[in-house]
């Protein structure tokens, strides 16, 4: 969704479109993982970008069963989406 979309706040929607466009990092969250975890030597694997999926078989995604609230609230979003102008990167 377009942040517009989702976010109602002009500051935030200033802040995630132009100072954050490629997403956050937790810096803290970082230190933390590497002294309670991979400087005590505990099991870690590193993982790129583009093997970092997981995989479902058709039967437990017919399993999944979501909130009605939920569901609302997705559908809501995307008419919300369709509405909006997008931003054309040329």
Known sequence: FEP???FK???LLNHITKKFPA???DYKLEDKVMKFWA???L???????D???VKLSAESLSNIKFDPN???KIE??????SKIHKKRLY
């Open 43 to 49: 099991p870690k694997s590193n993982v790129s970008l």
């Open 9 to 11: 706040d002009r500051t």
């Open 39 to 41: 400087d005590r030597n």
């Open 23 to 25: 997403g956050f990092r």
């Open 76 to 81: 809501q979003l995307e008419k919300k989406s």
């Open 51 to 53: 093997v970092n999926n």
């Open 4 to 6: 517009k979309v989702v």
């Open 70 to 72: 939920f569901i609302s």
